[in-house]
Nanobody, 125 residues
Framework: QVQLVESGGALVQTGGSLRLSCAAS????????MGWFRQAPGKEREFVAA???????????DYVGSVKGRFTISRDNTKNTVYLQMNSLKPEDTAVYYC???????????????WGQGTQVTVSS
């Protein structure tokens, strides 16, 4: 069982930056792939980024096209935490951002077993 708690959401102006954090419980955090998803009002939950530790200093990362070059996902296995650094924010990035975990990774929400409660990101124009 994994429990996830997101933090870091806020109201920010266009072009600004935020760093989201997701703290996970459990002693096997390193074995889990971690994903960030977002959901805007009236829209389906959308994949944003994922990271899986492959061992040593090797990681597999993946991003949705609309955030490539602006967002960076990272993780600190010693702190059981995954981060999403968001730069050059746009109004269309406004959504509730969710952290998720599973053992394999992937880009579909249905593939993830554990979810946080979400944190609101609002980008004003």
């Amino acid at each position: 069982q994994v429990q996830l708690v997101e933090s870091g959401g806020a109201l920010v102006q266009t072009g600004g930056s935020l760093r989201l954090s997701c703290a996970a419980s459990g002693r096997t955090f390193g074995t889990y792939a971690m994903g960030w998803f977002r959901q805007a009002p009236g829209k389906e939950r959308e994949f944003v980024a994922a990271i899986k530790w492959l061992g040593g200093m090797a990681y597999y990362v993946d991003y949705v096209g609309s955030v490539k070059g602006r967002f960076t996902i990272s993780r600190d296995n010693t702190k059981n935490t995954v981060y999403l650094q968001m730069n050059s924010l746009k109004p269309e990035d406004t959504a509730v951002y969710y952290c998720a975990a599973n053992l394999k990774g992937g880009t579909k929400a249905s593939e993830y077993d554990y979810w946080g409660q979400g944190t609101q990101v609002t980008v004003s124009s």
